[in-house]
């Protein structure tokens, strides 16, 4: 990896594509640091969303990880690329399930930009809802300062949030346009990277903690941890690039005076054909009863004491987490991969797998292949999903849970972008047929 950064860097043109995106990512981090005003910060500070509290097992802890601890400090980017993730989610999933937009997805670049822009305006109304929420919730923990009406305090910072949304999604699309990798994604890898010094720092405190309070189980929980992360992001790695290659056989056809096919290739199927998606949506759904704990003032009801049950730091949650995921990864599967259009597809181009029939044959052999693939990639998901949750819940070290999707979305991002400059060098370095 760091070869190919430094063989990139020294072509001019990705050098620039580099640079920009490094400026991009600097003004993200810039306005994460910026609060929002009409606030109380010193009792903004003592509100945290990592620790025991309810907020800190809400999807309030979720988005705080996704946008680099923004939503923590209640800044301009608090709301992060959160809603865009959403309505990118929400937008796939209309696009099986409603006629018209999957007619539109299906129209090229067209039908794409229409899709896009339906999305950017989806983005905008999340935000605003989510902003929303989030600055009630702000004022029933009275973070808001006294000097000012709520109402137009309310206004301000709402639309604050919602224009930060906005924002960060014309950032993602620059990065898209004139720099290197997903814009989306590289905001996102740059705000869980930035959460990573807060990791290191609580691996110093419990080393401390074992040196002058006597705890010697530190000793040997946080090497655990640091092996244990590494094993993760090295299983992670393998299984991106994993994948199930079916053979493929072009039959020979004559056009005109040439003969066309007659070669032997494959069809790769991803094993982690989900990506990220799976956890997503299970953890979206699980951070549902922590998030509605953390509005409700009546902590001896019967209802909050059921909700709690469904707290981050449960057994019934991981639980529930391994089987959401595996049932989302084969859910994402089924509306991602068509095995009868696949079948189809094949037929048209004149493509046979070997001891297959064409048709139905074809799409049934597809099926029972895309079936495997798909629990083997849920259960890798679901194992990188419950492994910090275990280690915190067995340990108690809550300080140092990072959760499976962040360190998935983090190298998922870095090998992707890796590869999208090695193939830019490569088309750069390719000199024809004519050299």
């Known amino acids: 990896m760091f070869k190919t950064l430094k063989n990139a860097w020294s072509i001019p043109d990705l050098r620039k594509k580099i640079i920009f ?81 999957e007619r539109l997805s299906k129209e090229g670049e067209d039908g794409r930009k229409k899709i896009a822009t339906i999305t950017r305006y ?98 040997f929980l946080v090497p655990v941890f640091i092996i244990l992360f590494f094993v993760v992001i090295w299983v992670i790695c393998f299984m991106q690039d994993a994948e199930r290659r079916i053979p493929i056989q072009y039959a020979k056809r004559v056009v005109g005076r040439k003969m066309y096919g007659g070669q032997a290739s494959h069809m790769p199927i991803k094993v982690a054909l989900g990506g990220v998606m799976p956890v997503i949506f299970a953890t979206s759904i699980l951070s549902i009863p922590s998030t509605i704990l953390a509005f409700m003032s009546n902590k001896e009801s019967g209802f909050y004491k059921f909700l709690s049950l469904f707290g981050m730091n449960s057994w019934l949650y991981i639980v529930l987490e391994f089987v959401l995921v595996l049932a989302f990864a084969y859910f994402y599967t089924q509306i991602q991969y068509n095995p009868v259009e696949m079948a189809n597809n094949l037929k048209q181009n004149n493509g046979t797998i070997p001891g297959i029939r064409p048709g139905q044959p074809t799409a049934e052999f597809i099926r029972k292949i895309l079936s495997r693939i798909t629990l083997i990639g849920a259960l890798f998901l679901s194992f990188i999903a419950i492994v910090p949750s275990v280690f915190t819940l067995a340990s108690g070290m809550t300080s140092l849970s990072m959760g499976g999707t962040s360190v998935i979305i983090m190298v998922g991002v870095a090998i992707e972008t890796v590869k999208q400059m090695e193939s830019q060098m490569m088309m750069r370095h390719y000199r024809g047929f004519l050299d």
């Open 122 to 219: 989806l983005t905008v109304v999340l935000g605003l809802i989510q902003g929303t929420a989030y600055f009630f919730y702000l004022k029933n923990q009275r973070i808001l300062s006294g000097d000012v009406a709520v109402w137009f305090a309310a206004i301000v910072i709402i639309l604050i949030f919602t224009a930060g949304t906005a924002f960060m999604m014309w950032l993602g699309e620059q990065i898209n346009t004139k720099g290197i990798g997903n814009g989306i994604s590289i905001l996102l890898f740059a705000g869980i990277v930035a959460r990573l010094p807060v990791t290191v720092y609580a691996i110093i405190d419990y080393f401390k903690m074992a040196s002058q309070f006597g705890m010697i189980k530190y000793y």
């Open 21 to 101: 995106t490094l400026l991009i990512i600097l003004v993200f981090r810039v306005g994460s640091v910026i609060p929002v005003p009409f606030l109380d910060m010193t009792a903004l500070s003592q509100l945290t969303f990592g620790g025991g509290d309810a907020a800190a097992n809400s999807i309030f802890a979720y988005i705080n990880t996704m946008s680099g601890g923004a939503f923590g400090n209640a800044t301009i980017f608090a709301m992060g690329i959160t809603p865009y993730i959403n309505s990118s989610i929400i937008m796939q999933l209309l696009c099986v399930a409603i006629p018209a937009l």
